[in-house]
């Protein structure tokens, strides 16, 4: 009996996952948000400021709904559900 090998082609996966772009993007949502959160505590954190409390409140949700759309784009766009 012989033994034959049988020559396959190479397997071609498009792995989207692991595309960089994606990480730094997640990287910078990560930024944004915890940016966000330490500007809601700010004026907790120094007292001089809590005349601006809401003005902080404001600016650090802006950044969270920030943040969070460019998390949540980047995770569908890794799963396959963005535009091409």
């Not at 005349?51 to 600016?59: A, T």
Request: hydrophobic share 55%.
């Amino acid at each position: 009996m012989e033994n034959t090998i049988v020559e396959r082609p190479a397997k071609h996966t498009h792995n989207n996952a692991n595309r960089t772009e994606y990480y730094v993007s997640l990287v910078i949502a990560i930024a944004i948000g915890l940016v966000g959160v330490f500007i809601r505590f700010l004026p907790d954190v120094v007292p001089a400021l809590d005349q601006l409390g809401s003005l902080f409140s404001w600016i650090a949700n802006i950044a969270m709904v920030v943040a969070a759309l460019l998390a949540f784009k980047v995770v569908f766009a890794i799963l396959g559900f963005s535009k091409k």
